[in-house]
């Protein structure tokens, strides 16, 4: 993963071409896989990320990002929606989906247990509360998550 002010960086540059196109960043990345380095950015927006808003995104932010260089070893370009299963991983990301399905892995199983799923109760101070399938709520701070995806919930409530 690359240093957060390379991404802080990135996503500075591609910032204003997002909202041009009506589009969010919701999330970028900066990362090694084998011998190769990828850029990635996952967009969002109302109704939906269609095939058409990645590619104008990409156009609209090659050059830009060619122009201001932010990252020194060549690397791959990809524009993608985050997905159905996105990946929570900022705070505006809870906060906006608080009362929605969840499913977490922990770096550390407690209690034997490494996956949880449930509801999003809350997000304060990186403390994530989700009320689980049987009731009972669990607290854990963010940085003790593998991963926070939203999980099982219908596309056309978000539409």
Partial sequence: MAKPNT????????SPYAKE????????????????WYLRIFIDKEGGVSIDDCVDLTHAISK???EKDPISQSYML????????RELTRKEHFEKFIGSPIMLRMIRAINGVRDFKGTLKSFENN????VLQ???ELCVEKK???FVKLDDFDINDFV
């Fill in 21 to 36: 196109l009506g589009l969010e960043i919701w999330d970028v990345r900066f990362a090694k896989e084998g011998s190769e």
């Fill in 144 to 146: 003790e998550t593998a």
């Fill in 64 to 66: 830009p990002l060619d």
């Fill in 127 to 130: 403390q994530i509360t989700v």
């Fill in 7 to 14: 991404v802080k960086l990135v996503e500075e540059i591609i």
């Fill in 134 to 136: 049987d009731g009972e």
């Fill in 78 to 85: 990809e524009v993608a929606s985050p997905g159905v299963e």
